[in-house]
């Protein structure tokens, strides 16, 4: 039998290695991102035909850190082992977003759709397009909450819909002054449930309502600001993809801290009709959209930089 304190010892080193393999939480004050992005998914806009200018492209990661992508007419499912799996074709979907059970939220025009493990599609919300409580014009953002309440960003209507669960018919979350809301995110990890919306042609993020950051709140921001996605991590970073790139800001430091900036036109997406998507895996690893060259990059995370 080992004595008692090798036993200690040993059960000490593991429970260090183990730690230190674990993945934090939270990308630390100093997190820091290689800017120099690899090429993960690639050729999404060609066709048979060779000629096709790309309209959609969204991404998401599921559970198991596989990348989920939804490009012209298909949503494919990009396994860590290599393996590509289509998961639903002949349709473009607009927004996508996955919920903890790694089921598939993605609309088409003003219908939002399920698509859960099985492969089994079900409507969500949005029967006819309209502006009335059970009917959607545009869908621009999707948020499931871990009770699986969905959120939707109809910008067709300039306001955030509340759907309960398996509730057809919606309420409203915020339609104040909102002027072609893109993406959202509801914050559940603070004590308080928070509300972020990407008030796209105010060039400004809300937060409950209130703008916190953008034009009329930091000076660095005017009306070529136009945030286009939204992601809040567990320490109540912020994270916001735009035309000109991507940044994060503290909610104590009130300080934005640039991650990507993009100038070609080409390259990554100016406008607000096609939105730069972006997305983490467990290892804090940023994927980010870039439409223009039908590809999905990847942006590996410094884990030195929060050592
Ligand atoms: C990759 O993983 C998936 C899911 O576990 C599996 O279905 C597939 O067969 C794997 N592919 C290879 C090449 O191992
Ligand atoms: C993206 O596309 C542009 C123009 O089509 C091309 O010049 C550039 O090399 C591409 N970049 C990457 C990283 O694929």
New binding site residues.
């Given amino acids: 039998m080992l004595p008692l304190r090798i036993v200690v010892y040993l059960v000490a080193f593991f429970c260090i290695e183990i730690n230190s393999s674990l993945s934090l939480d939270a990308p630390c004050h100093n997190a820091r991102w290689n800017t120099n992005?690899m090429?993960i998914v690639d050729n999404l806009g060609i066709l048979d035909d060779g000629m096709h200018e790309m309209h959609r492209l969204v991404i998401a990661m599921d559970t198991q850190d596989n990348l989920i992508v939804a490009s012209d007419f298909t949503i494919r499912k990009y396994f860590l082992n290599g393996t590509i799996e289509t998961l639903a074709s002949g349709i473009v979907a607009d927004s996508m977003v996955i919920d903890r059970f790694d089921n598939i939220y993605y609309n088409i025009e003003y219908t939002l759709y399920k698509l859960d493990k099985n492969g089994e599609t079900t409507i969500v919300a949005g029967l006819s397009p309209g502006s009335d409580l059970d009917q959607l014009s545009d869908v621009s953002g999707i948020y499931v909450d871990k009770q699986g309440i969905v959120y939707i960003s109809d910008k067709g209507n300039n306001r955030i819909v509340k759907y309960p669960l398996n509730a057809i018919t919606g309420t409203i979350a915020a339609d104040d002054q909102l002027d072609n809301p893109l993406g959202i995110f509801m914050d559940e990890n603070q004590n308080e449930r928070t509300l972020y919306v990407c008030d796209t042609n105010n060039h400004r993020i809300l937060r409950e309502g209130v703008s916190i950051i953008g034009k009329g709140v930091q000076s660095i921001f005017d009306d070529s600001f136009n945030p286009h996605n939204i992601f809040v991590d567990f320490h109540g970073v912020v994270y916001v993809s735009h035309a000109r790139g991507l940044f994060r800001w503290s909610p104590t430091q009130k300080r934005v801290q640039v991650i990507l900036e993009w100038e070609?036109p080409?390259?990554f997406d100016e406008g607000t009709e096609h939105p730069v998507s972006f997305t983490f895996d467990s290892e804090w690893n940023l994927y980010v959209t870039?439409r223009?060259?039908g590809?999905v990059?990847k942006f590996l995370f410094d884990r030195n930089s929060c050592e």
């Fill in positions: 992005g090429t070609c080409h390259f870039d223009g060259n590809s990059k």
